[in-house]
């Protein structure tokens, strides 16, 4: 059975960090690209990150760049989201999500459309 499950959320304060994981169960992530996204109350979901497997390549929306750092860990079939330097407008429920069709490559990371299976989300507070 296909999962994702997201873990790592909190409440953080402005400037900390938290790392999110997003662990795969039923499939081998290292096959398909990855994506984080993240929504916030109102707003449309949002992409902030994913670790393409065709080349590579490790994509970061221009608000998390310098900040945020994807990585993966084959052994334990798990995606991370390294977040430095949080902000206020980081607040959001994460979302892992996983393009096993290979659309990322015509209709982009950051769509949301692009990826089929998601996970459940972990939420994720930066607040004094």
């Known amino acids: 059975q296909v999962q994702l499950v997201e873990s790592g959320g909190g409440l953080v304060q402005p400037g900390g960090s938290l790392r999110l994981s997003c662990a795969a169960s039923?499939?081998?992530?290292?096959?398909?690209?990855i994506g984080w996204f993240r929504q916030a109350p109102g707003k449309e979901r949002e992409g902030v990150s994913c670790?393409?497997?065709?080349?590579?390549?490790?994509y970061y929306a221009d608000s998390v760049k310098g900040r945020f750092t994807i990585s993966r860990d084959n052994a334990k079939n798990t995606v991370y989201l390294q977040m430095n330097s949080l902000k206020p407008e980081d607040t959001a429920v994460y979302y892992c999500a996983t393009d096993f069709l290979g659309r990322v490559g015509d209709t982009g990371w950051a769509n949301a459309r692009s990826y089929d299976y998601w996970g459940q989300g972990t939420q994720v507070t930066v607040s004094s």
């Open positions: 039923g499939f081998t992530l290292d096959y398909y690209a």
């Open positions: 670790f393409s497997v065709s080349d590579g390549s490790r």
